[in-house]
């Protein structure tokens, strides 16, 4: 055999791992081999967009431990603005899917044309007002003087760039409605590998380039991510992969924005309650030191990398819960949210006993202070035992979503990570004052603190707590009832 002969068969065997929507059938037959190999190519897509973090994570942390303490920081407000308008990404992915398993191409088509014209108009609002309100509300977080200029500069690149990378989150998005995650993870990763080349030379300052530190990390993401956003315009204007959009139904439909709105609005509430529940998490984290702030953003980076399985599969199954009741089959759509539940949970299982004995190398990737390898590895390891529940609790969101029932994805998520974990983080890191008449065993008793341990401790209660709820909400089957295509407001009712 010659090389090329070899090279043609190597082709071939990773292209099977890869199936266009043409080559799934998500509303009949199988259900496991359909559900994988749509969410096969997102686990890439989201490794792909890890990547990005990850880069700037790395450079960034041989660049000072200061600078990777500001992105520890800048991060999760990246992660709120995006929040904020993410909504109406998944209300398109949700129309798109449910027109798609209805065979009504048309319709699929103008629910996509619209998405995108209303939401890259969002990012535009939100990233004005991100520009000038990042500094306040980092100081409100409690960033220190040491942290807050290299945070501010990194926040303020982002939010002038923030159309252009949100609007490649709604391509994904729409593709992934229409049940094509190949084409966007092709995208994905040329941009990556851009961002990855331009990070040393703009944050060090290498050959033309001039020494940015933290501000350079986002110049080069932000315009990775524009040109991620032009490529993907580009693929869906032209219509032969995933959907199409057409300039002619991209003019504002305010009747349709309502339609948007309602599936959006709970959507954007999920998304922002979790990026809401990590920066005020930054608040607790921020009442230790540097080393511990900087440990954190490590291990969150880390979470974003091992959760890729169950964020693909929330994905995955938010679509074919689409495409099938758009079809008129729930039962499939449940087969498919209870296959993804046990699948996420086993290979999170795995995952997270890997990460016990692993995290003190996984964490010295990041960082050479050994302080901050210490804490951030004692963080995985905490949490560790606990990753297959979020599992459980990715793959009933997706299916709540993709039946148009996104407030109660959002009442999870807020239950999840406000009602339950930052209550526990709170009182488990710090001692609870207690008056001094009663005595000094009691005194001593109260004053017992697992420090930054009660954070960590806070996720692991969490994610089992979370996982318990979300499996005994989707039981009731109220998720069975809404058609998003048709009805109004009730869409929204649970």
Do not use: C
């Not at 686990?43 to 700037?56: F, I, K, P, R, S």
């Not at 991060?75 to 449910?98: E, K, R, W």
């Not at 995108?116 to 969002?122: D, H, I, R, S």
């Not at 940015?212 to 990775?224: D, H, I, N, P, R």
Request: charged letters at 15%; hydrophobic letters at 55%; glycine letters at 10%.
């Amino acid at each position: 055999m010659t090389v090329r002969d070899r090279v043609t068969a190597l082709g071939e065997r990773l292209g099977g791992l890869f199936k266009g929507q043409e080559d799934l059938n998500l509303t009949s037959g199988p259900i496991g081999k359909p559900l994988l190999f749509l969410s096969f190519p997102i686990v890439v897509t989201n490794l792909l967009q890890v990547a990005y973090n990850l880069a700037d994570t790395f450079w960034l942390g041989q660049y000072s431990t200061t600078a990777l303490a500001a992105i520890s920081f800048a991060f999760p407000m990246i992660f709120l603005l995006i929040s904020l308008g993410m909504g109406l990404s998944v209300a398109g992915s949700v129309l798109v899917a449910q027109h798609t398993g209805a065979e009504e191409p048309e319709e699929a088509e103008y629910a996509a044309s619209q998405t995108l014209t209303f939401a890259v108009g969002a990012s535009v609002v939100l990233g004005a007002v991100g520009f000038f309100f990042v500094e306040d509300f980092l100081s409100l977080l409690g960033a220190s003087q040491q942290v807050l200029p290299g945070a501010t500069g990194y926040l303020q690149v982002v939010s002038l760039g923030l159309s252009t990378m949100f609007g490649f989150f709604v391509f994904i998005s729409l593709m992934r409605g229409a049940g094509d995650t190949v084409t966007p993870m092709l995208v994905m990763f040329g941009t990556v590998v851009l961002n990855i080349v331009l990070d040393p030379f703009l944050i060090f300052g290498v050959w033309l380039f001039p020494e940015l530190g933290v501000v350079g990390a986002a110049v080069a993401t932000v315009f990775s991510r524009g040109l991620a956003f032009a490529v993907g315009v580009a693929i869906m204007l032209r219509g032969n992969r995933g959907i199409r959009v057409n300039p002619r139904d991209m003019v504002p439909d305010l009747s349709y924005l309502r339609k948007l709105l309602e599936l959006g609005i709970p959507a954007s509430v999920e998304g922002t309650g979790r990026a809401l529940s990590v920066n005020a998490m930054l608040f607790i984290v921020g009442t230790f030191s540097v080393t511990v702030v900087a440990a954190f953003g490590v291990g969150i980076r880390v979470f974003s990398l091992v959760f890729m399985p169950a964020i693909a599969m929330d994905r995955g199954v938010e679509t074919m819960t689409g495409q099938n009741l758009g079809a008129e089959r729930p039962d499939r759509a449940a087969k498919a949210n209870h296959f993804a539940a046990k699948f996420s949970f086993v290979v999170l299982t795995a995952l997270g006993a890997v990460t016990i004995f692993a995290a003190p190398t996984v964490v010295s990737v990041f960082s050479d202070d050994p302080d901050v390898v210490r804490i951030g590895a004692e963080f995985l390891q905490w949490v560790a035992p606990t990753f297959g529940f979020i599992g459980i609790v990715r793959s009933y969101s997706g299916g709540f979503r993709g039946s148009g029932k996104t407030l109660t994805s959002a009442a999870l998520a807020v239950t999840m990570l406000g009602v339950i974990r930052l209550p526990v983080a709170w009182v488990a890191s710090r001692p609870v004052a207690v008056p001094a008449w009663l005595g000094p065993t009691v005194v001593d008793l109260f004053a017992f603190s697992l420090a930054e341990r009660g954070i960590w401790l806070a996720f692991g209660v969490s994610n089992v707590l979370a996982a318990g709820i979300a499996v005994a909400w989707f039981l009731r089957g109220t998720w069975r009832e809404a058609d998003p295509r048709t009805e109004g407001a009730a869409i929204a009712d649970d």
